[in-house]
Antibody, heavy 121, light 111 residues
Framework: QITLKESGPTVVKPTQTLTLTCTFS??????????VGWIRQPPGKALDWLAL???????RYNPSLKSRLTITKDTSKNRVVLTMTNMDPVDTGTYYC?????????????WGQGTLVSVSS | QSVLTQPPSASGTPGQRVTISCFGSSSNIGSNTVNWYQQLPGAAPKLLIY???KRASGVPYRFSGSKSGTSASLAISGLRSDDEADYYC????????????FGGGTRLTVL
């Protein structure tokens, strides 16, 4: 049974760095064709992909946010960490991590419950 | 502005068949597969359809996906009140060194 859970601060101040942790179980990030991604959703708005780390250590970022994002994985601890620098009120929203599975392309087949992050002074 | 374009809303009555469209381009839908997600109010998204037309585990046969050229569609037959949700298409886009892209979402209302 695959589960994922996001953790991190609920409130950050503008210009601060956000660090979110995705702790997962039921799979290994060293298994071929597997990845973990981060997706966010501003209140009342659409899903917005942030980053993806793959089983083979490849990493991909949303080009519009690439300079602010870092995704790392700790395979032995079943964790993926996302850091986002220089936070702004427009970054307020729910942040999800999700298991990515390769078929013809990758798709997100298991999602965490999400964690709400507010950016406010 | 989302890379994948969806109608903001759709509606139907119980038992009806509704379709939700997703328009893209040659760099995304035209060259990569499409996935569909359902997001019930207050919940995390859930995978419905992957690789254009494959139902995810446990998804009823009432849900089906199709693709032609640079557009894709999600069809829901035998509409039920608990299908009321937001639906998102998504897929990989080969531009800008590659990125996952989502549609703007379609809110389905069951009248």
């Amino acid at each position: 049974q695959i589960t994922l859970k996001e953790s991190g601060p609920t409130v950050v101040k503008p210009t601060q760095t956000l660090t979110l942790t995705c702790t997962f179980s039921g799979f290994s990030l060293s298994t071929r064709g597997v990845g973990v991604g981060w997706i966010r959703q501003p209140p009342g708005k659409a899903l917005d992909w942030l980053a993806l780390t793959y089983w083979d250590d490849d990493k991909r970022y949303n080009p519009s946010l690439k300079s602010r994002l870092t995704i790392t994985k700790d395979t032995s601890k079943n964790r993926v960490v996302l850091t986002m620098t220089n936070m702004d009120p427009v970054d307020t929203g729910t942040y999800y991590c999700a298991h990515a599975q390769y078929g013809d392309n990758y798709y997100f087949d298991y999602w965490g419950q999400g964690t709400l992050v507010s950016v406010s002074s | 502005q989302s890379v994948l374009t969806q109608p903001p809303s759709a509606s139907g009555t119980p038992g009806q068949r509704v379709t939700i469209s997703c328009f893209g381009s040659s760099s995304n839908i035209g060259s990569n597969t499409v996935n569909w997600y359902q997001q019930l109010p207050g919940a995390a998204p859930k995978l419905l359809i992957y690789s254009d037309n494959k139902r995810a585990s446990g998804v009823p046969y009432r849900f089906s996906g199709s693709k032609s050229g640079t557009s894709a569609s999600l069809a829901i037959s035998g509409l039920r009140s608990d299908d009321e949700a937001d639906y998102y298409c998504a897929g990989w886009d080969d531009s800008l060194s590659g990125r996952e892209v989502f549609g703007g979402g379609t809110r389905l209302t069951v009248l």
